[in-house]
């Protein structure tokens, strides 16, 4: 880069920012995380320089305006309401230093600072494979582990050269394995590695997700499956803890881990469920005491009321709502629960339902089966997609199904089935069979519109004999959607009809009302000779005169 009056101001500037925020610092990290996606995504506009001052607009959920002193960072100003360097002006950093270096190579600089590599030097490890290896051998040390997971993941997958989201599922296998390779030997010490290593992992990999830009759809095209790996992998993990006396020795480990754990809500802003899903578990199964989850909801109270509506709060929320249940505060959660008018916020209701219901805690399921009953029918919408809806209505149903049974609330069970049609279709179908309640049976299936030859044979035969008299609507209806197609092979299967519902009128003894409607509709119909044709030959005709 040339040397002028212009860029030394700027290089002076760049030194101070890169002294002011610190690597080892999460806050500092995400804030940089923040800015680096605002620039990005293009969200910085408006950019002008005039001497040492640079001023833009950055397009954030409001747009803000952000005036840099080059000369005096702390003059610097943004219109956001906070204090101090915000991710506004980290952007508009960015943005201006754009002009006259590689944002990238100055985001990987800051991220390994010479003290870094003076540490590993020291320890006599000078690459991310050497780290991961002294943790098989030496004596388990929570900070030396997520510091190893974190080297090895920033070396393989957070640099310049690989950016494309199709190489991240094979660089994160590499990383998986390496870790694996180098885990402690004894079995319980193993488990819990694992585990950190896990949470570290998912936080890095969805800081790196929006770092790099990918969307919703590329994610879920090409590596959603790892985050649901790790979620089955923890969740195995946090059920073998629940089930063996843990050694005391952990307690240091799983109570660090309970910290880092909050980062879960706040280090990204994608992958909104997956990060909720991790945080919920941990604390559900894993951080019990009642202390912790008191500091830990006041953690996320303090951290909501700083983000006002800078952010989008929805994870955090969850855990709130999640941390008051646990702690049984369950009118307060409902509150909560109720309040929200995002309608993408129900399924984690269904979530609430399956705990409770493992519990066997009927009396607090009852008040949320009634609200998320309130929000189904709105969610559906949103979803959108046929099968979607079926396989979300499917596993919705599964989740009431116990309360239900348990309080011998069969007319609430039927109510959802009915506010989910037609996805709950099979399974309200299924209910009204068994019942014997062929009559709505019938008109279920003229509901959704299905034809009299796509019902279950088996069934069919058991109606016919129980209740004849429920087919007739639908033998009429489907005899005639075939006459109105309007040809041969369709007046075919019109003919066939009609003489099932002879022989259905004929058994109910209503012989009349046959030959009144046969009549009618000879005469409706007396221009479609083919029609007329193919009642002479099946002798429907000759049959119902004689």
């Not at 943004?78 to 006259?100: D, I, L, N, Q, T």
């Not at 946090?238 to 799983?254: H, N, T």
Request: proline share 3%.
């Amino acid at each position: 880069m040339e040397s002028t009056p212009e860029n030394n101001i700027m290089d002076d500037f760049t030194e101070e920012i890169r002294e002011l925020l610190s690597p080892n610092s999460v806050e500092d990290a995400r804030l940089v995380q923040k800015g680096l996606m605002l620039y990005r995504q293009g969200l910085v506009t408006q950019l002008h320089k005039e001497k040492d001052e640079v001023t833009a607009v950055v397009q954030d959920v409001t747009p803000v305006k952000v005036l840099l002193d080059l000369s005096f960072y702390t003059l610097s100003e943004c219109s956001c309401p906070y204090e101090g360097w915000c991710r506004h002006k980290m952007a508009v950093f960015f943005a201006a230093y754009a002009k006259v270096g590689s944002v990238s190579d100055w985001v990987t600089a800051w991220r390994e600072p010479m003290q870094e590599k003076k540490e590993l030097t020291n320890w006599g490890m000078q690459t991310a494979k050497d780290l991961i290896k002294a943790n098989g051998v030496l004596k388990p040390d929570y900070s030396r582990w997520v510091h190893s997971f974190e080297v090895s993941f920033d070396t393989l997958l957070a640099t310049e050269k690989y950016t494309s989201p199709y190489v991240i599922p094979e660089l994160f296998d590499i990383f998986s394995r390496r870790i694996q390779a180098s885990a402690p030997v004894e079995q319980e010490w193993r488990m819990l590695y694992d585990l950190i290593g896990i949470v570290v992992s998912f936080r890095k990999l969805a800081v790196l997700t929006e770092e790099l830009g990918h969307g919703e759809e590329m994610v879920k095209r090409v590596y959603l499956h790892l985050f649901h790996n790790l979620m089955d992998d923890a969740e195995e993990l946090v059920g073998k803890f629940g089930v063996q006396s843990l050694p005391f020795a952990f307690d240091e480990f799983i109570e660090k881990l309970k910290d880092d754990a909050f980062e879960l809500l706040t280090c990204a802003s994608v992958l909104e469920y997956e990060r909720i899903y991790l945080y919920r578990l941990l604390w559900a199964s894993l951080f019990k005491k009642k202390p912790w989850r008191e500091a830990e909801l006041e953690k996320i109270q303090a951290r909501g009321k700083e983000l006002q509506d800078w952010e989008n709060p929805l994870p955090l929320v969850a855990g709130r709502i999640h941390l008051n249940f646990l702690l049984q505060n369950d009118e307060l959660a409902l509150k909560m629960l109720g309040m929200i008018n995002d309608a993408t916020f129900t399924p984690y209701l269904v979530y609430w339902i399956d705990y409770l219901s493992q519990l066997k805690a009927w009396r607090r399921v009852g008040p949320l089966v009634d609200l998320f009953l309130q929000k189904i029918k709105g969610y559906l919408e949103v979803l959108g997609g046929y099968r979607s809806c079926t396989t979300f209505t499917r596993t919705a149903l599964r989740a009431i199904a116990s309360y239900c049974a348990e309080s011998d609330r069969a007319d609430l069970y039927e109510r959802a089935l009915l506010q989910t049609l037609p996805y709950s279709f099979s399974e309200y179908e299924y209910l009204l069979f068994e019942r014997g309640q062929y009559d709505r049976w019938g008109e279920l299936h003229a509901f959704v519109g299905m034809e009299f030859y796509d019902l279950p044979k088996d069934k069919l035969k058991i109606v016919e004999k129980e209740r004849p008299e429920v087919l007739l609507a639908m033998l009429h209806q489907t005899a005639q959607r075939e006459i109105d197609q309007k040809n041969r092979a369709s007046y075919r299967m019109a003919v066939r009809h009609l003489k099932k519902l002879r022989t259905i009128y004929k058994k109910l003894k209503r012989v009349d009302d046959w030959q009144y409607f046969l009549d009618t509709l000879m005469e409706r119909t007396k221009r479609l000779r083919a029609f007329h044709e193919e009642c002479k030959r099946s002798k429907l005709i000759e049959v119902s005169t004689e």
